[in-house]
């Protein structure tokens, strides 16, 4: 594998690609967990082909019309769940159908043959160009800047944001700064695993990492590391069997949420037991 690395720049770009993912994936990705926001996070990541779409009608780079689209929905979405409690998630999922009509009646209106859209749908890590890996540093750096600056307050926003509110905390910013977060952080995603599988690679890991620890910091670590073992074996998987990046990586972080879910409540039913003794 060191010596394939060694001899072809692709490969060294989709790794580099891979690592970057999980480390936005495992911050990110704590917050929408312990958060509730899957829901909405689907949403946004879903809008975001029409942005795809609106980037190859319109003649100019398909990531930053996701990216522009995405950061749209986020704050709509984020108005929207603010100030129509119940209500918001049939809202949700009519952005979330909607953003995926535009984009494929944008393509439709095209003229000549429609361009191939299963990387941005399924993901396909081994075609990243050096242009995307540059905006997923960025990304990332500024990701990890946020959380880091505002660490305290993402941990009193996590705990209960009633009470952060009324010590003063401004809750708001946090959310809306959140969901622009989530925006970037799909946008990230979107050439890795794809639209379709987005959800899983944000929650996975984040999910496998809830069930090993409490603490904020170490789940962010270990959410980190498990995404980075989830893309590197995906690649390597993908490499050598000819078989889709995004699938393979997606199927890998599934299964192992499960494993860790099995031992896990193994576990605590062991520890039942003995405290019925």
């Known amino acids: 594998m060191l010596s394939m ?9 989709a790794l580099i690609a891979g690592l970057l993912t999980s480390v936005v994936c495992g911050i ?3 917050i929408i967990v312990e958060k509730k926001l899957v829901m909405l996070t689907g949403g946004i990541a879903h809008t975001a082909y029409g942005g795809v779409g609106l980037g190859y009608f319109f003649g100019f780079e398909p990531i930053l019309g996701a990216l522009a689209v995405s950061v749209a929905a986020s ?6 769940k603010r100030h129509t409690g119940s209500a918001a998630d049939v809202i949700i999922a009519m952005m979330w159908s909607a953003g995926m009509a535009m984009g494929i009646l944008l393509i439709a209106l095209m003229p000549g043959y429609p361009p191939d859209l ?3 749908l399924f993901g396909n890590i081994l ?11 960025i990304v990332c750096a500024a990701v990890c800047l946020v959380v880091f600056i505002f660490y305290n307050d993402w941990k009193a926003y996590l705990f209960d944001s009633e009470f952060s509110a009324i010590l003063g905390l401004r809750v708001t910013v946090l959310e809306y700064t959140l969901l622009v977060m989530t925006a970037l952080t799909v946008v990230v995603l979107i050439r890795t695993v794809g639209i379709i599988l987005i959800l899983a ?3 996975a890991p984040a999910a496998a990492a809830s069930m090993v620890s409490k603490k904020m910091s170490t789940r962010m670590i270990i959410s ?3 995404g980075a073992i989830y893309c590197t074996a995906g690649l390597a998987a993908s490499y050598a069997f000819n078989i889709p990046s995004g699938a393979a990586i997606i199927l890998l972080s599934v299964a192992v949420y499960f494993a860790v879910y099995a ?3 193994g576990k605590r039913a062991n520890m039942c037991k003995i405290d019925n003794k």
Do not use: K, P
């Open 5 to 13: 690395l060694a001899e072809y720049q692709f490969l060294r770009y």
């Open 118 to 120: 299963n990387s941005y």
């Open 75 to 80: 704050c709509s979405i984020g108005a929207v």
């Open 28 to 30: 990110i990705g704590v």
């Open 201 to 203: 690679l944000l929650t």
């Open 224 to 226: 980190v590391v498990l």
């Open 127 to 137: 075609s990243v160009t050096r242009t995307e890996l540059i905006t997923e540093a």
């Open 263 to 265: 031992a896990t409540r």
